[in-house]
């Protein structure tokens, strides 16, 4: 924390005598706005129940360290909670085991939320413990550790090295004597048997390292065997204790908050340290351990307890339009976007859809005179359900829906020039090369518009057919090249270079070259309607499904390609009928 410096022969801590904080109050602007910050330290026991095994005759009755026989007791002299009052107030209370300990004792702190653990100290009034053992649980008591052993003889009491011989042991034997009788102290300093692993301190103690070795949920602490005070030392006073007996218990910590937030508030009934913090830098949770619930666009990092920096969520909330309440970050758009933007918009409203709530969801488009960040900015299609395909696909800016077979128009309403019985089945196609009415299906003759020109070829004349006739009943309609023509005796074929296909019928066509059989040549002699090798045309014509060929008849529409006649197909494909 930037007020804490840890090194392997010292701990300074650095206390703002702060308040804890009203759950009602409002925390003015302060260091947090642009830098790291931590809540101030205290004393983790304070205002907490402390629980031991040999006090199973206290207030609280039975516990989980006391044996099952045990009774209810409501005049116990010395209490386990005399351990962590204040020792300025009242210096002379004190927990003692009682004479009726088993020889060994356990003290154990139960935290209601992960917490960060500085240090510890104990002031006894008994002789220290001859050997003890510090442990923390970081899952609430499932599984323990071991943070530091304490005996006279750490080989004869735990079989490992005394770290007074051998730097970094678990075991040390500075805090094991009998002397003094009263007021000898135990103390053990956060990650100090891991120091030299981190350079010799912990530069960020926020860093997943140092936080690895800070937080806990539970303290507990065994002590093993009790020592005698020696003869010759005259004790403070006759009355016995008990094996083990002592004044204060300071373990010292905060709330954990990963350097965003500098007051916390109580969770349940916690102690004078309270267990949730109040974040900043746009973070959110009880640890600040993610971003609020709209700025994920970048990825959630711990404050830099070393440089200071506070590496707060994306001040910008997420690109979601107005129509999300939060956002999640994805590292896979992270990556993809070079490390910009990894925002997801979650459960997108209004009939929006996609990352950012950009998009209308399927049965739905764009309304055009409103804003992408309108409530009504998506509008239903409508009509779509008789004549639209079993996705019920529509384009989701023009609206236009995936029709079922021969059906056409925007909403899928009608059917297509060439086919008839519009019904939730579609509509059939007319018996070509002839037009139908569209309700009742019967032929009728194609009438073109009189005024149409007329082109010779020198042996025969061809009537031009308007551009209107290009809705009539026609199979293949493309964008071509005529490469060559070639007279075959009995027919002709003209080689064609497809560039683009506006509509297909049974013959597939697709881009590339094909082959096209005026069928005029073989009973006019001529080639109607006219194709010069090396022209770019509009053909739209018949085609053969028995032998597979498209056809060129004298009702096929053929027509020079110019940027007019790309508007009229453009024109044609959104009435339909392409």
């Not at 993809?336 to 950009?358: E, F, I, K, Y």
């Not at 900015?377 to 359900?385: E, F, I, P, Q």
Request: hydrophobic content about 30%; proline content about 9%.
């Amino acid at each position: 924390f930037p007020s804490m410096l840890l090194t392997g022969s010292c701990v300074c801590v650095f206390i703002l005598h702060t308040p804890p904080p009203h759950p009602a109050l409002s925390f003015p602007a302060s260091r947090c706005a642009s830098r790291a910050c931590s809540p101030p330290l205290g004393n983790l026991a304070s205002g907490r129940t402390l629980r031991t095994r040999s006090s199973c005759c206290s207030p609280l009755g039975p516990t989980l360290l006391c044996p099952a026989h045990s009774r209810r007791c409501l005049d116990e002299p010395h209490p386990p909670a005399l351990m962590a009052d204040d020792p300025f107030l009242h210096p002379d209370t004190w927990w003692g085991s009682g004479a009726a300990a088993w020889g060994e004792d356990e003290i154990r702190l139960d935290l209601e939320a992960r917490f960060c653990l500085t240090h510890v100290v104990l002031v006894f009034r008994s002789p220290r413990p001859a050997a003890m053992t510090l442990e923390r649980s970081q899952d609430f008591g499932s599984t323990w550790e071991t943070l530091k052993l304490f005996a006279e003889n750490c080989s004869a009491a735990f079989g490992v090295p005394n770290d007074m011989s051998q730097q970094g042991a678990l075991c040390t034997s500075r805090y094991s004597s009998a002397a003094p009788c009263i007021g000898g102290e135990v103390g053990w300093v956060s990650g100090r048997a891991s120091l030299s692993g981190l350079g010799g301190r912990l530069d960020d103690p926020y860093s997943p390292e140092a936080l690895s070795l800070l937080t806990l949920t539970n303290l507990r602490i065994r002590l093993l065997k009790p020592h005698q005070c020696p003869e010759n030392i005259q004790r403070f006073s006759p009355t016995d204790p008990g094996p083990y007996a002592i004044y204060t218990l300071e373990a010292r910590g905060t709330c954990l908050c990963h350097g965003h937030a500098e007051h916390c508030m109580p969770v349940g009934h916690g102690g004078d340290v309270q267990g949730r913090c109040v974040c900043t830098h746009y973070t959110a949770g009880a640890h600040c351990e993610r971003c609020m619930p709209l700025y994920n666009d970048q990825p959630w990092r711990p404050a830099n307890g070393s440089s200071g920096e506070h590496n707060p969520c994306h001040s910008k909330e997420c690109e979601c339009h107005g129509h999300a309440d939060s956002c999640r970050f994805s590292p896979w758009v992270w990556r993809s976007t070079a490390r910009l933007s990894g925002g997801v918009c979650d459960n997108c409203q209004h009939n929006t859809a996609g990352r950012r709530c950009h998009r209308c969801r399927p049965g739905y488009h764009r309304h055009p005179a409103r804003p992408l960040n309108s409530p009504q900015a998506c509008t239903r299609t409508s009509g779509r359900r008789v004549g639209g395909s079993h996705n019920a696909w529509c384009h989701p800016r023009s609206g236009q829906c995936h029709c079922r077979s021969g059906v056409g128009g925007t909403s899928c309403g009608h059917c297509l020039p060439g086919h008839w019985g519009f019904g939730p089945e579609g509509c059939r196609p007319c018996k070509c090369p002839l037009n139908c009415d569209p309700v009742t299906g019967q032929s009728h003759t194609i009438v073109t518009k009189p005024g149409g020109g007329v082109s010779s070829t020198g042996k025969c004349s061809c009537k031009q057919r308007k551009l209107t006739s290009l809705c009539a009943c026609v199979s293949a309609v493309m964008k071509a090249s005529v490469l060559s023509a070639h007279d075959k005796g009995t027919h002709a074929v003209v080689r064609v270079k497809v560039h683009k296909v506006m509509r297909s019928g049974v013959v597939p066509l697709r881009q590339g070259t094909r082959s096209l059989y005026p069928l005029s040549w073989t009973s006019r002699g001529c080639t109607c309607p006219v194709l010069n090798p090396g022209g770019r045309y509009l053909l739209a014509g018949p085609e053969e499904a028995e032998s597979g060929r498209l056809l060129a008849t004298v009702q096929s529409l053929v027509a020079p390609w110019t940027p007019a006649v790309g508007l009229l197909v453009s024109e044609a494909v959104q009435q339909g009928c392409l």
